[in-house]
């Protein structure tokens, strides 16, 4: 069965090597911040505990790799935030060139949907669940074949919690003005961060798995050998 004329498939699969290439790198930046939590919560513990050997330089030292992996973060997420999206909407596109009923969606809603307060806490998700059926070859005979959704959830999942885990972070920080705040503040902005490296490594799973389902069925046709 031929795929409707009009738009044209176009592979996904570089944009999914340097989306890959990306997330591996905020997965690192984000490892290194938790590395900077720990030693904050370790100098905060000291102070909390009345220690005197804690000099204002090494406070100082703990703010400035504090803001050095602040600053890296928001430019390895600003830079991965922009590739993803182009993917995303390129396998949206493909999706709808592939099964054009999977979809309630249109297609520009696979950019649009980041940017809605609220909204981009599931409609993504709801275009990411449709562009896997979409993507998934039919049985032989034209059935419905399942392929298990379980990177989109676990992905998604993971992903919405570090973004909760990091609101609540932020405001613990900014009103922080004790030892004992602070260590709180820290020890949580680790495991945000440790949330976010597995997050990070959840999305290359769905990337790749999303990209190669695409790819076999625009190499293979609408249906599985038998």
Do not use: C
């Amino acid at each position: 069965m031929p795929y409707p004329t009009g738009d044209v498939l176009r592979s996904p699969r570089g944009l999914a090597v340097a989306l890959t290439a990306l997330l591996s790198v905020a997965a690192a930046v984000n490892l290194f911040s938790a590395g900077i939590s720990g030693y904050v919560f370790s100098l905060m513990q000291r102070l909390a505990a009345g220690a005197s050997n804690v000099s204002d330089s090494t406070l100082e030292r703990g703010d400035v790799l504090t803001g050095a992996a602040g600053v890296l973060q928001y430019l390895t997420t600003l830079a991965t935030a922009v590739v993803f999206i182009i993917w995303f909407h390129r396998v949206r596109v493909n999706g709808e060139i592939l099964r054009p009923d999977a979809f309630s969606l249109t297609r520009g809603w696979a950019i649009g949907s980041w940017f809605i307060p609220v909204g981009n806490l599931f409609l993504p998700f709801r275009i990411a669940r449709q562009i896997w059926v979409a993507s998934t070859q039919l049985g032989p005979d034209g059935s419905h074949r399942q392929v298990s959704a379980a990177p989109v959830n676990a992905w998604w999942a993971l992903w919405v919690g570090s973004l909760v885990l990091d609101r609540v972070f932020d405001q613990m920080y900014k009103r922080a003005e004790t030892p004992e705040a602070l260590r709180s503040a820290s020890a949580l902005g680790a495991v945000t961060d440790l949330a976010t490296v597995a997050a990070a490594v959840l999305a290359i799973v769905f990337v790749r798995r999303l990209t190669a389902l695409q790819t076999t069925k625009a190499v293979q046709g609408p249906y599985a050998a038998a």
